[in-house]
């Protein structure tokens, strides 16, 4: 509900507070005290149009804050998420307008554009006026309030159900036969890519345990050149050069040829004999190594074949070489849902008409039920508006078939409220066929019968009673009365009867300081409230016969 309204220097308000209460809040005054000023701050607050206009006579700027405590569950919590805004116990809605006619708007303190406040206030508050009618005026609001009136939640909660499986249905075939007319159109080049894949069947990891058995491979080779090349220098291929081994024969036959005794060159000759032993030792030992270590070249040939195979693939498909075997996997699961894809599709077809069935059964029940319950509706407002001096009126509740691409989540059926307020007269659409009095009681008869179905908890009457007074005045005040009981209700009245229906009434009154006026609006006690009262009954001289009947109508009486 709407908790309370800070004014700050619009138009004829220089500084106003006030708070709201539950039940029926009536606000009186005389005709240009300024009652009007108070729905335009509202409106202002609550995402209206801003104009220069507004801002009071010598100030930079104006503002207008609108606090709301909406219930739990509330659907202003779901537009605030959107924002990425953490919901509070209440609920500020703050407009701010310069001289120049720019303007900021603020939710909670934080900065929003002005259509979020227009989106929040939706659904905080309604307003029924003669010549500004939202909410019930509005045809797409209709099925959901036929609904909340027959309890047809359920089945409307079912329908939505059928309608999202029928939808994520046709999704999954529409997906399948994309796919599968994807997958015709490269045909030759999918099963060519898997062929050619196929044939070199790639593996997880394989291309890192190749490059590290390469590795080992080159470094084996050139450990084997500088073993081939140590034994080269022992045993050169030039046998005119000789090596070591042939110079140390040639150093000892020299020796030999020492004549005799040649004692002294039998300590060399011994040493010569043993390094002609350790050359061939060597010898030996490095033909042995490269032997055994040599690596085998045609396995290193095939390595880096492989290798390079792998990665000509991958180059060739814009792919890592790790990623070859998922690009095999996945090419050919389009090769297998194009081979299989008639089959599931349809499968997919079937299940796709199984679950229009379902809607449409769904759809079908809850059109059969709205077909009932507009007839109990039509029937309530019937008894309705004769009181409220609409005896020749009658409203029409159309249950009517949508096509076929219009039906939704709520329903194969567009719900209309439809009026004619004469005899003979065809129905029409609420704000085109009723004048501006009768379509304020014809929407306060909407919302008498509405109420319990109506999300907004706040609903504002500008002058439903213009134009009646006595017993229709009266029947007026008793159902803003009964709506109030549901829901908060905030009327602009100059009917007496309405106003003692009131749980808190206001008084709005203009003053004039000096040469400027100025707008005030006063709670009124039990006394002041008589008062006013019998001023609306008996004019500007209030007399004991104006009070006896204001208190006639505070206790309940009627005159």
Known sequence: MLASLAIRDVVLIERLDLAFGPGLTVLTGETGAGKSILLDSLGLACGARAEAGMVRAGQSQ???????????????????????????ETLVL???????????????????????LRRLAATLVEVQGQHDQVGLADPTTHGGLLDAFGGLEGQRQQVAAAHRAWREAERSLAAAREAIAAAQRDEEFLRHAVEELSDLAPEEG?????????????????????????????????????????????????????????????????????AQDAVAEAETLLERMLQEGAPDPRRLEQLEDRLFGLRAAARKHAVAVVELPALLASLKDRLGALDAGTGRVAALEAAAAA????????????????????????????????????????????VAPREESA??????????????????????????????????????????????????????????????GGATAAAVGERLARVAERLQVLVVTHSPQVAARGTQQLRVAKQV??????????????RERREEIARMLAGERVTDAARAAADSLLTGGLL
């Not at 310069?98 to 900065?111: E, I, M």
């Not at 709205?370 to 509706?377: C, K, N």
């Not at 039509?378 to 005896?391: F, Q, R, T, V, Y």
């Not at 300081?513 to 039990?526: N, S």
């Open 513 to 526: 300081k000096g040469e400027r006026a100025a707008t005030t609006v006063e709670p009124l006690g039990k």
């Open 355 to 398: 679950a229009r069935r379902d809607y449409v059964a769904a759809a079908e029940a809850l059109s059969g039920a709205r077909r009932a319950a507009a007839a109990q509706l039509e029937a309530a407002l019937g008894k309705e508006l004769p009181p409220l001096k609409l005896d020749r009126a009658r409203v029409f509740v159309e």
């Open 407 to 468: 039906w939704g989540a709520d329903g194969m059926d567009r719900v209309t409220f439809l009026v004619a307020t004469n005899p003979g007269q065809a129905p029409g659409h609420l704000q085109k066929i009723a004048s501006g009095g009768e379509l304020s009681r014809l929407m306060l008869a909407l919302k008498v019968v509405l109420a319990r179905g109506s999300p907004v908890p706040t609903l504002i009457f500008d002058e439903v009673d213009a134009g009646i």
């Open 62 to 88: 104006c503002s207008v804050s609108a606090e709301f405590a909406p219930p739990p569950n509330h659907p202003s919590f779901a537009i605030l998420a959107e924002q990425a805004m953490e919901p509070e």
């Open 94 to 116: 703050r407009r701010v307008v310069q001289a120049d006619g720019r303007s900021r708007a603020f939710v909670n303190g934080q900065p929003v554009a002005a259509g979020v």
């Open 206 to 274: 394989e291309e890192e345990q190749l490059s590290a058995e390469r590795q080992k491979l080159q470094q084996g080779e050139r450990r084997s050149e500088s073993i081939a090349a140590a034994l080269a220098e022992l045993q050169p291929r030039d046998r005119r050069r000789g090596g070591p081994a042939e110079a140390l024969r040639s150093a000892a036959r020299s020796l030999e040829r020492l004549p005799a005794p040649n004692e002294e060159a039998q300590p060399i000759l011994a040493l010569l004999a043993q």
